[in-house]
């Protein structure tokens, strides 16, 4: 079955302790991206990468970092995560057709909650 | 720079009613992708559809069709004899040529359908 997958669904940490949060996909996908949802914001996008070891900001990337060392993994990492990280955090990922003309499909979320 | 509008915050029908939700963007390049997707209760975000800058066609699948207009910078999206599964969170999406790789999303409708 096409999907991606995100782990943890839901985490509860403290200030200043690291974590990380993966994201797998096994549709061969080209792009990933790491999307934050808050209430009135909407989605806006962290990080986004278009291949292996290419990354690239979003519009919120301050305290994130990300990596891509396989094409089917893209994990989030918060070094040094902070209240104003709480948030539903998704993956999604797509092929590349032109520029990103193919729709994302996205995972399950991540409830993240920084006390 | 990109942006997607969608000004409605919150709408509420009844069943059986026709509903529109509003999509305004604005982009400075020629080529460019507008997508819909849904975000029920569940919280999963299912993609909608696609359509690209050159093409204003119309299209109608099902109860749903799309109004992408040029002219406006708008691409609407209205939903015939709503039903109560159609409660949801609808995002209007957008990504150009603009020299990166980023999606914009609105900051969504909810759609509320009442019984």
């Known amino acids: 079955e096409a999907q991606v997958t995100q782990n943890p669904r839901y985490l509860i940490t403290v200030t200043g302790k690291k974590l990380t949060v993966t994201c797998s996909q096994n549709m061969n996908h080209e792009y990933m991206s790491w999307y934050r949802q808050d209430p009135g914001l909407g989605l806006r996008q962290i990080y986004y990468?278009?291949?292996?070891?290419?990354?690239d900001k979003g519009d919120v990337p301050e305290g994130y970092k990300v990596s891509r060392k396989e094409k089917r993994n893209f994990p989030l990492i918060l070094e040094s995560p902070s209240p104003n990280q709480t948030s539903l955090y998704f993956c999604a990922s797509s092929g590349l057709a032109g520029a990103t003309g193919y729709e994302q499909y996205f995972g399950p979320g991540t409830r993240l909650t920084v006390t | 720079a990109q942006k997607v509008t969608q000004a409605q915050t919150e709408i509420s029908v009844v069943e059986k009613e026709d509903v529109t939700l509003d999509c305004v963007y604005e982009t400075r390049d020629t080529t460019y992708y507008l997508f819909w997707y849904k975000q029920p209760p569940s919280g999963e975000l299912v993609f909608l559809i696609r359509r690209n800058s050159f093409d204003e066609q119309n299209e109608i699948s099902g109860r749903y069709s799309w109004n992408f207009q040029k002219s406006t910078s708008s691409f609407n999206f209205t939903i015939t004899a709503s039903q109560v599964v159609d409660s949801a969170v609808y995002f209007c999406a957008l990504s150009d040529f603009s020299g990166t790789y980023k999606y914009i999303f609105g900051t969504g409708t909810r759609l509320k359908v009442l019984a």
């Open positions: 990468s278009m291949n292996v070891e290419v990354t």
